[in-house]
T-cell receptor
Framework: SQQGEEDPQALSIQEGENATMNCSYK?????LQWYRQNSGRGLVHLIL?????REKHSGRLRVTLDTSKKSSSLLITASRAADTASYFC????????????FGQGTTLQVKP | DTAVSQTPKYLVTQMGNDKSIKCEQN?????MYWYKQDSKKFLKIMFS???????INETVPNRFSPKSPDKAHLNLHINSLELGDSAVYFC????????????FGPGTRLLVL
């Protein structure tokens, strides 16, 4: 069954602006990850946040996790045209099988 | 030096045919996965293998059969293809079972006519 829902489904911004994407999930998790998918390509891992962490940074990416609300957000600061892609959150459960459950993704368009 | 590779990249075939998709990873990982992405971009896991042993087997029609000849390869064979099998199939790998970061291949776009 689908775990995550992402919001918004689509986002269009100007280069230099910040982009925020949200993800909600339903069950308890061990970690939450964000992946990027460029058009016609595979997914690329961006960042992982564990269930006992609240915030994590990687370059222009900032991820927050609120386990009480079962939600996460991905912030991309100072966006670039090359950031245009679909972004997916994925939750890893406690079963330790490596199973990831993906949200439906947010399509981000960054206009030059 | 592609980390996770899949062949073919595109596959167009008729209903009822049998086809295979191959996946290879050169990362030295123990665990490999197959995912299906539908036309709405929804990505769902199908199978995972750890060192040639089946770990995850989601509710997938038994027309789909994964085969892992060694830990660097995980192939997907599909019998009696149906229109609804049209999708993009992604292979992925992780360092170990429960390994958190997964590395994805470029995908195989399957179109069943």
């Amino acid at each position: 069954s689908q775990q995550g829902e992402e919001d918004p489904q689509a986002l269009s911004i100007q280069e230099g602006e910040n982009a925020t994407m949200n993800c909600s999930y339903k069950t308890s998790i061990n970690n939450l990850q964000w992946y990027r998918q460029n058009s016609g390509r595979g997914l690329v891992h961006l960042i992982l946040i564990r269930s006992n962490e609240r915030e994590k940074h990687s370059g222009r990416l900032r991820v927050t996790l609120d386990t009480s609300k079962k939600s996460s957000s991905l912030l991309i600061t100072a966006s670039r045209a090359a950031d245009t892609a679909s972004y997916f959150c994925a939750t890893g459960g406690s079963s330790n099988t490596g199973k990831l459950i993906f949200g439906q993704g947010t399509t981000l368009q960054v206009k030059p | 030096d592609t980390a996770v590779s899949q062949t073919p990249k595109y596959l167009v075939t008729q209903m009822g045919n049998d086809k295979s998709i191959k996946c290879e990873q050169n990362l030295g990982h123990d665990t490999m996965y197959w995912y299906k992405q539908d036309s709405k971009k929804f990505l769902k896991i199908m199978f995972s293998y750890n060192n040639k042993e089946l770990i995850i087997n989601e509710t997938v029609p038994n027309r789909f059969s994964p085969k892992s000849p060694d830990k660097a390869h995980l192939n997907l064979h599909i019998n009696s293809l149906e229109l609804g099998d049209s999708a993009v199939y992604f292979c992925a790998s992780s360092q170990a079972v429960g390994g958190e970061t997964q590395y994805f291949g470029p995908g195989t776009r399957l179109l069943v006519l």
